[in-house]
């Protein structure tokens, strides 16, 4: 079911008897289970009619229980299995859900792993009126414009640099994302335009020195910028670690390398084609003129060596300041 959709039917107490909230990106799954515990009981209804469990200490007996019970006071009564992933009998409640209480609600959150579509679960969920909710990550070239749009909706606006320091910083963790998020606008009045200082200023990414501007340093073959960059990382930690610089790079040079495969390269249909913005298409095209097929080929090769030492295969020094330094060399070399 579309997002957009269920939170409506939640918000307008239109229940289905079974929610099935599965996959990887959790805060999709938290915020729809929040929205159904806020609006399936009034304040003094949930002491007697909500039972929320998790899944490793869930017992199939006890939820069935809970399930079969009349509401005390209540119209309905509410039972939500938290971490369902860890609920070893979560299979067995393929029986309930084929027939479910018409006076209850069993919400299923199993996070960070998908049911497969295949399992009784998912297919007598779907027949007997209950909702199958699929939260799945969303996709690094559709990042930017999900965090500009959830940002107008809080009553705020970002410049393109800052969203792009967010999204290359954090990812797509949309947990962490919005916990960011929710520091600057504590802050900031209503209708802000949040700036690469206010990131820089309250969320701790440096707007000349994180993983975006190193990308953009590679990208120009700026060895001195490149380098700063490294030396500013080997200081700071927490600004950046290898494993997220090697992704970044990664995705830079896979992109370079579809760029020298596609015959038509305006700007416009390199931005269809690869996913991403027209301005940072533009920086793509320029970066493509100056690094060849073979040494694009080279670079991912070399990323693939590199991001292999930065979890640990083959390489065990505790400084890893040496290494992002002789990555830079290899790939600008």
């Known amino acids: 079911m579309d997002l957009r959709r269920l939170e409506i039917d ?4 239109k229940f289905a008897p079974v929610y099935i909230l599965h996959g990887e990106e959790g805060y999709f799954i938290d915020k729809i289970s929040q929205l159904i515990i806020e609006n399936a009981l009034e304040d003094h209804e949930r002491d007697f009619d909500q039972h929320i469990m998790y899944g490793k200490e869930a017992q199939l007996l006890s939820v069935s229980a809970e399930l079969k019970a009349f509401p005390m006071i209540a119209q309905r009564r509410l039972v939500v299995i938290k971490e369902a992933q860890d609920f070893k009998e979560l299979e067995k409640l393929e029986s309930y859900v084929s027939s479910p209480s018409p006076s209850s609600i069993l919400v299923i959150c199993c996070k960070y792993k998908k049911i497969n579509g295949k399992k009784k679960l998912i297919k007598n969920t779907n027949a007997n009126g209950g909702v199958v ?6 996709r690094d070239y559709k990042l930017q414009d999900w965090v500009v749009s959830y940002i107008k909706k809080q009553g705020f606006e970002i410049n393109s640099k800052a969203a792009m320091l967010l999204t290359e910083h954090i990812g ?16 900031l009045k209503k209708g802000a335009n949040i700036s690469d200082i206010d990131i820089q200023n309250n969320i701790g990414i440096s707007k000349d020195y994180n993983v975006f501007e190193l990308s953009n340093a590679v990208s120009e073959i700026d060895i001195k910028k490149a380098n700063q960059i490294i030396h500013y ?16 790079l990664f995705k830079l040079f896979s992109q370079l390398m579809k760029i020298h495969f596609i015959q038509d390269k305006t700007r416009e249909n390199i931005a269809r084609q690869i996913g991403v913005h027209p301005f940072v298409a533009g920086k793509l095209i320029q970066a493509s003129r100056k690094f060849s097929s073979r040494k694009i080929a080279a670079n991912i090769e070399i990323l693939h060596e590199y991001d292999l030492k930065s979890k640990g295969v083959n390489f065990t020094p505790t400084d890893k300041g040496p290494l992002m330094k002789e990555l830079i060399f290899k790939l600008l070399h």
């Open 10 to 13: 939640l918000q307008n107490k």
């Open 133 to 138: 909710f699929s939260s799945d990550k969303i």
């Open 172 to 187: 797509n963790d949309l947990s962490r994302m919005i916990n960011e998020l929710n520091k600057l606008f504590a802050i």
């Open 233 to 248: 990382f080997n200081n700071n930690p927490k600004a950046a670690n290898t494993i997220v610089v090697v992704s970044s």
